[in-house]
Structures are given as structure tokens and as C-alpha cells.
């Protein structure tokens, strides 16, 4: 009896100490991922993740963070833009996507704009920030215009080439009625000088 109690209460500390100790390292892990998780909220709530800027950093500058994660920076157009430097082939590529493709090949993320803030670049480099971006704006429209003249000498040439294939076809329907009619003429022909031969043989 005595050996039975003894073996007893040994399993039941040991199990309730083996549980103690399980329960420790689950209810440990936890925490520490519920840590990680909480840092890595407050990390998105505080700063940039693009440019890796605090929220303090871009206020001090007069620059809105909200504004700033929402449209200046906002991960997910990078998200996107980087997918689609993937799934579009090389050679449908310009060359500032072609050079982002290279850099993203061998690991470089130079192109990020790390630490660097275009709102931020305009409070220090005031007019002459301004200037740039009129350049910028006028050079866009250049660009806008250049296209709508490309699309106009499309239109014209497509406009020409459909010209070209009406004419062909009218200079052919002119050609093969001139031929009916050519082809009348000599039946009428034919007809007035067999009249012409029936009328001498009467009068002969």
C-alpha cells in the first residue's frame, strides 16, 4: 500500500509539473507574439513603411502622416507596381521600369525612397522644389500631347489606307461597267451594220 501511495503522488507531481511546464511555454510564446504583433502595430501606426519616416519626423515638417501613408507613400501601389514589373514582359517595359526590374533582380532596393519625402523636399527646397514640379507638370503635358498626335497620324493613316481601298474598289466598278458598256457598243455596232447588209440585199 505504501509503495502504491508513493507511486501515486509521484506520477500525479510529476504529470502536474510537466503541465505546469507546458502551460508556461504556451502561455509564454503567446505573449511574446502578442508583443511582436502589438510592436509591429505600433511600428504602422508611427511610421512610414516605405520610407521608414516617423510620425513625429513628418509633422515636424508639416507634412499629414495620414495623408502621407494614404498617398504620397502608400504601400500597396508599390505592392503593385512591383507585381507588375513582374508579370509584364521585358520588352514591354520603359527604361525607368526596366532599371527598377534590374535593382529588384539583384536585391538592390536602392530605388525606395528611404528616409526622403517629396512633401518634405518641397518645405526645404521651397521655389526651387516648385519650379521642378512645374517642369515635371509641363513635361507630363508634352508627353500628353505627343500621344494625341501619335493617335491622330494613326487615325490618318488608317483613315488613308481606307480611302485607298474605296478608290481601288470604285476604279474597278468604274472600269468593269466602261467594259459593259464598250462591250454594248459593239453589239449596237454589229446590229446597225447587219441592218445596213439586210437593206442593200432588198434594194439589190
Given at each position: 500500500?505504501?509503495r502504491?501511495?508513493?507511486?501515486?503522488?509521484?506520477n500525479?507531481?510529476?504529470?502536474?509539473?510537466?503541465a505546469?511546464?507546458?502551460?508556461?511555454?504556451?502561455?509564454d510564446t503567446?505573449?511574446?507574439?502578442?508583443?511582436?504583433q502589438?510592436?509591429i502595430?505600433?511600428a504602422?501606426?508611427s511610421?512610414?513603411?516605405?520610407?521608414?519616416?516617423?510620425?513625429?519626423?513628418?509633422?515636424r515638417?508639416r507634412?499629414?502622416?495620414?495623408?502621407?501613408?494614404?498617398?504620397?507613400?502608400?504601400?500597396?501601389a508599390?505592392?503593385?507596381?512591383l507585381?507588375?514589373?513582374d508579370?509584364?514582359?521585358p520588352?514591354?517595359?520603359n527604361?525607368?521600369?526596366?532599371?527598377?526590374k534590374?535593382?529588384?533582380?539583384?536585391n538592390?532596393?536602392?530605388?525606395?525612397?528611404?528616409?526622403?519625402?517629396?512633401?518634405m523636399?518641397s518645405?526645404?527646397?521651397?521655389?526651387e522644389?516648385l519650379?521642378?514640379?512645374v517642369?515635371?507638370?509641363d513635361?507630363?503635358e508634352?508627353?500628353?500631347?505627343?500621344?494625341?498626335?501619335?493617335?491622330?497620324?494613326?487615325?490618318?493613316?488608317?483613315?488613308?489606307?481606307?480611302?485607298?481601298a474605296?478608290?481601288?474598289?470604285?476604279?474597278?466598278?468604274?472600269?468593269?461597267?466602261?467594259?459593259?458598256?464598250q462591250?454594248?457598243?459593239?453589239m449596237?455596232?454589229?446590229d446597225?451594220?447587219?441592218?445596213?447588209k439586210?437593206?442593200?440585199?432588198k434594194?439589190?
Amino acid at each position: 500500500l505504501t509503495r502504491f501511495v508513493f507511486d501515486y503522488f509521484y506520477n500525479l507531481v510529476i504529470i502536474l509539473i510537466m503541465a505546469a511546464i507546458i502551460s508556461g511555454i504556451i502561455i509564454d510564446t503567446f505573449a511574446e507574439l502578442r508583443e511582436e504583433q502589438k510592436s509591429i502595430e505600433d511600428a504602422m501606426k508611427s511610421g512610414c513603411f516605405i520610407c521608414s519616416l516617423s510620425k513625429s519626423e513628418l509633422e515636424r515638417k508639416r507634412v499629414k502622416f495620414e495623408n502621407h501613408i494614404l498617398k504620397d507613400h502608400y504601400m500597396w501601389a508599390y505592392a503593385r507596381f512591383l507585381l507588375y514589373l513582374d508579370e509584364t514582359d521585358p520588352s514591354d517595359l520603359n527604361g525607368p521600369e526596366s532599371y527598377v526590374k534590374s535593382m529588384v533582380k539583384g536585391n538592390n532596393m536602392g530605388f525606395f525612397p528611404i528616409a526622403r519625402c517629396i512633401a518634405m523636399e518641397s518645405s526645404d527646397m521651397g521655389e526651387e522644389h516648385l519650379e521642378r514640379e512645374v517642369r515635371v507638370k509641363d513635361l507630363d503635358e508634352f508627353k500628353e500631347k505627343m500621344n494625341a498626335m501619335a493617335q491622330d497620324t494613326d487615325f490618318m493613316v488608317q483613315t488613308e489606307r481606307g480611302l485607298k481601298a474605296d478608290l481601288k474598289d470604285l476604279r474597278d466598278t468604274v472600269q468593269q461597267q466602261a467594259q459593259k458598256i464598250q462591250a454594248l457598243q459593239q453589239m449596237m455596232t454589229s446590229d446597225d451594220d447587219g441592218d445596213k447588209k439586210k437593206k442593200k440585199k432588198k434594194g439589190g
